[in-house]
Every structure is written in structure tokens, then in C-alpha cells.
């Protein structure tokens, strides 16, 4: 018995090994291929807890289109198993999991990410799904470096269940916001949000099947910006170059993206002056 488990840890080993050694090669490749010379690439690690479709969407815009996208996904970190973490190891990418009985990460389980080897050579966080708390002191060291997607238009239904929340509530619309990370729930500074209509016919089901295809698109061009220095958190305030999300995100927009029916709003994107988060881009979309 004991022969064996020795020879299911090695091999758990030996994989983790081969994950790290081709994503180091992963990122090596893609930075020569930027422009055709080396280009720094912004290190991401990714959090997750489950079926991984906004890290699908995150790896698939760098590696489709690396000089739209300068970001590479160097870590994958989950809370239990799931299947991002098997399409994490599929794609050679190096992977952390935590205690999953731990669901807030307390003090030593912060003080374990942060000295962990995984996040050395990490420039930013991407929360995609994570369903725990950050502390604040895992958060005062990485200030401005952690990003979330959430569905919904915050700061309205922060938490769980937002669909099922926001057609019981009666609202017109919905949609997804990308967000700095504080130690609030869902009350960081937004980065940009996209709304859509919610039909008259929408369940929570389709309503978050429409919303989630509005977050690949949103949380790809957001981490693009942070990666090329177009907005970032400086001193608790958002600093942000005028980016038009409208065009960005119309451009990636399929039919078989977006309903025919839908008819979205106004795409924002945001800075701040000061305390005050004001808009700085606003423009509306025909039928997708």
C-alpha cells in the first residue's frame, strides 16, 4: 500500500513538473511571436472554483490574437477540483489547489498563496468564478493587481444568484461588470461594464447563458487594457486612457454570439476623478 501511494505521488509530481516546464515554453513561444520579437507579456493568474469558461475565453484571445491580447495565463488556482483545473493541465498550464475546506482564506492560507512558488513570477490576479474571500491583508499586497468579473451592473446584486435576482427585482436590464478588488464583496472600482435587455421570456437559465457570452468578450478586452497599461489603480483611484469598448467588443460579436433579439445598451467604460467614477465612453449598438 505504501509502495503505491509513493507511486501515485510521483507521478502527481512528474505531471505537475511537465505542466510548469511547458508553460514556461507556452510563454517563451507566444513572447517571440508578438510583433515578431520578444514582448513582455502580462503574467496571469487565473482563480477559479469551476467549469473554467471565462479562463476558456481569457487563453483563447491570447493565443488567437497575442498583439490584441498581451497577457499569458502562467497559473491556474482552484479551490477543489473542477473541470478548469483539468482544462488547465490540459493546456500545459501550471495549477494550484488550495484546502477546499477553507472557504474563506484565512491568515496562514494567505500567508501560503502569497509565499507560494505559483504566484513568484505573477503580475495580476483574474478572479473567474472564485467562490472565496480574499483578506484584506492577502489584498494589501496585491493592490491594484486583482481583477473580477461579476454578473451583474454593480453596484446592484452583489453576491450570488444575480440573474434570478435582477428578473424578481423587475429590471429592464442586466448584464456584467470587470472590477478591481477590494476587501468588499463586489464593491471594488469598476472597470467597464456591458448591459443587455432582459427579454419579457428570460429565465434566470438564459438569462445567464446571454450574460455569460457578454463576460468572455468583456473579461478578455479589460485584462487586454490592464496588460497594455490602459487602465490601472493608482493611490485608489482608477486611472483609465479613453478605450472604446463599444467597438472592441462589436468587432468580436458574432450572431452566434448574441441572441438576434437582443438590443444592447449603451457599452460604458469608466475612470475616475477622485472619488467620483464618471463615464468616458457610452455609444449604442445595433442588433448583434
Keep these: 500500500m505504501k509502495v503505491l501511494l509513493e507511486t501515485v505521488i510521483a507521478r502527481r509530481n512528474r505531471t505537475t513538473m511537465r505542466a510548469r516546464t511547458q508553460a514556461i515554453e507556452n510563454t517563451q513561444a507566444r513572447a517571440t511571436r508578438v510583433h515578431g520579437k520578444a514582448t513582455t507579456l502580462l503574467r496571469v493568474a487565473v482563480f477559479v472554483s469551476g467549469r473554467g469558461s471565462n479562463l476558456k475565453a481569457l487563453l483563447q484571445a491570447a493565443q488567437q490574437s497575442p498583439e490584441d491580447y498581451p497577457y499569458d495565463i502562467v497559473a491556474v488556482c482552484s479551490d477543489q477540483h473542477c473541470p478548469a483545473i483539468d482544462f488547465a493541465r490540459q493546456n500545459g498550464i501550471a495549477t494550484h489547489s488550495?484546502?477546499?475546506?477553507?472557504?474563506?482564506?484565512?491568515?496562514?492560507?494567505?500567508?501560503?498563496?502569497?509565499?507560494d512558488s505559483f504566484l513568484r513570477n505573477v503580475d495580476t490576479i483574474a478572479l473567474a468564478g472564485f467562490m472565496r474571500i480574499l483578506r484584506p491583508d492577502f489584498l494589501a499586497d496585491w493592490t491594484g493587481k486583482v481583477v473580477n468579473i461579476h454578473p451583474s451592473l454593480l453596484p446592484k446584486f452583489p453576491g450570488l444568484n444575480t440573474h434570478a435576482r435582477a428578473i424578481k427585482a423587475g429590471e429592464n436590464s442586466h448584464g456584467c461588470t470587470v472590477?478591481?478588488?477590494?476587501?468588499?464583496?463586489?464593491?471594488?472600482?469598476?472597470?467597464?461594464?456591458?448591459?443587455?435587455?432582459?427579454?419579457?421570456?428570460?429565465?434566470?437559465?438564459?438569462?445567464?447563458?446571454?450574460?455569460?457570452?457578454?463576460?468572455?468578450?468583456?473579461?478578455?478586452?479589460?485584462?487586454?487594457?490592464?496588460?497594455?497599461?490602459?487602465?490601472?489603480?493608482?493611490?485608489?483611484?482608477?486611472?483609465?486612457?479613453?478605450?472604446?469598448?463599444?467597438?472592441?467588443?462589436?468587432?468580436?460579436?458574432?450572431?452566434?454570439?448574441?441572441?438576434?433579439?437582443?438590443?444592447?445598451?449603451?457599452l460604458t467604460g469608466y475612470r475616475a476623478r477622485g472619488r467620483k467614477t464618471v463615464r468616458i465612453s457610452s455609444h449604442r449598438a445595433g442588433r448583434a
Design 179 to 266: 472590477h478591481f478588488v477590494d476587501a468588499g464583496v463586489d464593491t471594488g472600482l469598476v472597470i467597464a461594464q456591458t448591459p443587455l435587455k432582459i427579454a419579457k421570456d428570460d429565465t434566470h437559465r438564459s438569462l445567464a447563458t446571454r450574460v455569460l457570452h457578454l463576460e468572455h468578450l468583456l473579461y478578455c478586452f479589460c485584462l487586454a487594457a490592464v496588460a497594455k497599461s490602459k487602465i490601472k489603480l493608482k493611490h485608489q483611484k482608477l486611472e483609465a486612457q479613453l478605450i472604446d469598448i463599444h467597438r472592441q467588443l462589436n468587432r468580436s460579436a458574432s450572431p452566434q454570439a448574441l441572441r438576434t433579439r437582443d438590443r444592447l445598451l449603451p
Design 98 to 115: 488550495l484546502d477546499p475546506e477553507d472557504r474563506i482564506i484565512n491568515k496562514s492560507s494567505s500567508r501560503k498563496i502569497a509565499e
